[in-house]
């Protein structure tokens, strides 16, 4: 089986930073069930893998990123094979958002479909300048059903979403980040991320995996609910070791070593 999707855990300096790396060029990265398998192998490998403390979702295809659902493949399926693969899609999108650790999407290319309901999964998206981004389901009579069309709204609000999604409208990275559908736009969406990335690795690996979890599900509630999520995620910091390693570093004016304990 070619390994249309793989992990690299990067070394030295870098450390904790783990890439995982699309490259399907027959279909331009686009979702099969072999790609699919090899994504969720991958998702379970980083889930419970305590040195990565940063992942990077990237392309190894110039000019494409993901160009979502593989319709070549989705014809062939039977009327009952379709929405089972589609929730296949979604449960996969959604473990990837609930990794512990902080997802980086570096968006090169053509991010469209199902590729970009991948993206808006991540915490962090970063596309470069000459990216191409759209929810184009409707202009196939679909619309997007692995938790686009709830994640887009939720990122730029619906009205917004609604527009996109019902025009199956294809944008460029600065429009993007003037919608707020990514954070950055960069010349080379990659060395952002990894940018990003280096910044978060020195930083409280368990803080930054509460800090997700408190963000994640408080935003999904009223804010007293919330409130109550961020205490209950700040207990599980307190009797750690790498908080009493920070106040440490703080009287002594160093940086910080944390291990993650």
Known sequence: MNAEVRLERLTGADQGISLIRMNRPSRKNSLGKVFMVQFRQILDDIKFDKETKVVILKSDIPGTFCTGADLKERKEMSTDEVPKFVDSLRSSFTDME???QPVIAAIDGFALGGGLEMALCCDIRVASKKSTLGLVETKWALLPGAGGSQRLARLIGPAKAKELIFTARMFDGDAAERLGVVNHVAEDAFEKSLQIAREIIPRGPIAVRM???AI???IQTDITSGLSVEQQC???I???KDRLEGLKA???????VYKGE
């Open 238 to 240: 307190v009797p750690t």
């Open 216 to 218: 994640n599900l408080g």
């Open 211 to 213: 800090a997700k979890v």
């Open 250 to 256: 703080f009287a002594e004016k160093r940086q910080p």
């Open 98 to 100: 609930r990794l512990p």
């Open 234 to 236: 700040y207990a599980q």
